[in-house]
T-cell receptor, first 116, second 109 residues
Framework: GAVVSQHPSRVICKSGTSVKIECRSL??????MFWYRQFPKQSLMLMAT?????????EQGVEKDKFLINHASLTLSTLTVTSAHPEDSSFYIC????????????FGPGTRLLVL | GQNIDQPTEMTATEGAIVQINCTYQ??????LFWYQQHAGEAPTFLSY??LDGLEEKGRFSSFLSRSKGYSYLLLKELQMKDSASYLC??????????WGAGTKLIIKP
């Protein structure tokens, strides 16, 4: 089946630093990638939808200047958490939609971010 | 508005059967998904229904009634490893997934 990778899987950083998370579709082309955040014991929260070659669409309440998304190719999207603070500590998960199958989304393994 | 409802938590016994219900309201409909998520891990795909009826896949089955906006996930011969959260998600007319809050399933010996 299709595989989506995320890197890094886990990151610990100091408050005020920026962290970049990569999401790659390994064996298919993804015109659309989704970024989710999940706090402990809560469900997935969609942060933004990223379309290749265009600006991301952010959900209400998500600061676009804080969570920078770049989707430069059909296989790579990045999420940069700028000036991270402890409240940004969370589990960040990306998913990628197969260009040839709009109803199919494949999830990456997630990135656990801890901001000290 | 768009909404997904599913129970917060359920408890069942190893070897038994459990049914997790989900009701949905979306703008348009392109299918109903069930995902399993173990603590600390990303969701993994279990099933996809777009037509009415029951889809069986091993110990897991999923049912959809589009007219009622209702789905359920049926787990048979429960095993301890089935302890996880089960997420119901409906896909709207824009092919966006609308997520439920998840049902935490606790399996007891």
């Amino acid at each position: 089946g299709a595989v989506v990778s995320q890197h890094p899987s886990r990151v610990i950083c100091k408050s005020g630093t920026s962290v970049k998370i990569e999401c790659r579709s390994l064996d298919f082309q993804a015109t659309t990638m989704f970024w989710y955040r999940q706090f402990p014991k809560q469900s997935l929260m969609l942060m933004a939808t990223s379309n290749e070659g265009s600006k991301a669409t952010y959900e209400q309440g998500v600061e676009k200047d804080k969570f920078l998304i770049n989707h430069a190719s059909l296989t790579l999207s990045t999420l940069t958490v700028t000036s991270a603070h402890p409240e940004d500590s969370s589990f960040y998960i990306c998913s990628a939609r197969d260009r040839d199958s709009l109803e199919t989304q494949y999830f990456g393994p997630g990135t656990r971010l801890l901001v000290l | 508005g768009q909404n997904i409802d599913q129970p917060t938590e359920m408890t069942a016994t190893e070897g038994a059967i459990v049914q997790i219900n989900c009701t949905y309201q979306t703008s348009g409909f392109n299918g109903l998904f069930w995902y399993q998520q173990h603590a600390g891990e990303a969701p993994t795909f279990l099933s996809y229904n777009v037509l009415d009826g029951l889809e069986e896949k091993g110990r897991f089955s999923s049912f959809l009634s589009r007219s009622k906006g209702y789905s359920y996930l049926l787990l048979k011969e429960l095993q301890m490893k089935d302890s996880a959260s089960y997420l119901c998600a409906a896909m709207d007319s824009n092919y966006q997934l609308i997520w439920g809050a998840g049902t935490k399933l606790i399996i007891k010996p």
